[in-house]
């Protein structure tokens, strides 16, 4: 990657060159559901294929649902919201329909808040290669992740969660999320299916992500999105270190994910057991006195490990964890980049259920 050209840069680059406005959902479209829903295949994808949708040309231009087909489909999947009482542009309340609070939920609000950056890591690295029509995807994704309502996931549980996420003659297993073919739909998420098949498994998390938006980008093949889920997941694990240890209820772990791309600090973030997942904040500040004043345009920790723990018998369990830090630096004046080699030390404290954690850079 050629450091003088930022991955922003990057973005519009891509985006001049192929995205196109992306049609809206018919509010006043009328559903043929005479016709069944098994006929014209899964309402979230895996139907038809429709050549020529967007005209974005190249030998993939009819993996992209056109306009009309996009509509019908949404018309489709609004039907069954209707009758479910599952209104798109509310949260919801109770817990049938919510945003979640629970260790799963907030682990994949979480990633959605973070997604972005694993996106351009994506697009900023070559060890896994990228067709030109998964990184229209990619790119696309991007450009709708901005405009995206804080709510975008909906967590659903009950009765209406069997029948939106198992439709017969349609689904040929209970999906764990589903979503319709714009951006401005929600993600519905299969709570009972995602405590089951997800607990623990950050990648699985971030695929389901990827396949979903891909989906509302206009991309209708599961197949096709599941290989580019895999691999985002790839990038990610490459560039990511994990530690654990175990305590009174389970496994503390620390993960750092890194990236590769301009102004963006690897994400730390630890839970324990059952809890909510815990991003740990970077002190800009300590990065900007690193860097002089000078922009940041990479924080990348190596070497992760335990350094030490105390233990005491009514205050709870403190440790520590170390890393190498390179902090990449790009000078203001000149745009030249230069490296800053420094300690990163995570301090946790663990009292209960309750961890607490912080970050300090160090020489």
């Not at 405590?195 to 979903?212: A, F, M, P, Q, T």
């Not at 839970?271 to 690193?290: C, H, M």
Request: charged share 20%; proline share 3%; glycine share 8%.
């Amino acid at each position: 990657m050629h450091k003088s050209f930022s991955t922003f840069s990057f973005l519009i680059l891509c985006l001049f060159q192929v995205a196109k406005p992306m049609a809206k959902i018919n509010k006043n479209l009328e559903p043929s559901m005479t016709t069944s829903l098994s006929s014209s295949g899964d309402v979230v994808g895996n139907g038809r294929i429709v050549i020529d949708d967007f005209n974005w040309g190249g030998s993939n231009s009819n993996l992209y649902l056109n306009k009309e087909e996009r509509q019908r489909r949404n018309g489709e999947f609004d039907y069954i919201l209707d009758h479910l009482d599952l209104n798109p542009y509310s949260s919801g309340t109770g817990d049938v329909v919510g945003n979640g609070g629970g260790f799963l939920e907030s682990h994949l609000s979480y990633f959605l808040h973070i997604l972005d950056r694993h996106l351009y890591s994506a697009l900023s690295q070559d060890a896994v290669k990228f067709d030109e029509f998964e990184k229209r995807v990619i790119t696309q994704i991007l450009y709708e992740l901005p405009k995206m309502r804080p709510d975008k996931l909906r967590f659903i549980t009950g009765k209406k969660a069997k029948v939106l996420f198992f439709i017969p003659g349609v689904d040929q297993a209970p999906r764990i999320a589903k979503t319709g073919f714009s951006p401005e739909y929600p993600i519905y998420l299969n709570t009972e299916l995602i405590y089951k098949e997800s607990r623990g498994s950050d990648h699985l998390l971030l695929s389901i992500l990827v396949h979903e938006l891909g989906h509302q980008v206009g991309v209708a093949d599961h197949g096709l999105l599941d290989n580019l889920a895999a691999k985002v997941v790839q990038v990610a694990e490459l560039n990511s270190e994990k530690i654990r240890t175990r305590l009174a209820l389970g496994d503390l772990t620390v993960t750092i994910h890194n990236h590769l791309h301009q102004s963006a600090p690897s994400n730390v973030y630890l839970y324990y057991g059952e809890t909510s997942v815990k991003p740990l904040e970077w002190n800009l500040a300590q990065l900007r006195t690193v860097c002089r004043g000078d922009y940041i345009y990479s924080a990348v920790v190596y070497n992760l490990h335990w350094s030490s723990r105390q233990t005491g018998m009514d205050s709870g369990v403190f440790l520590e964890a170390k890393g190498w830090l390179d902090v990449e630096c790009m000078h203001r004046g000149n745009g030249s980049f230069y490296k800053r080699d420094r300690n990163l030390e995570i301090s946790i404290a663990v009292k209960g259920e309750e961890v607490l954690g912080s970050m300090k850079i160090t020489k």
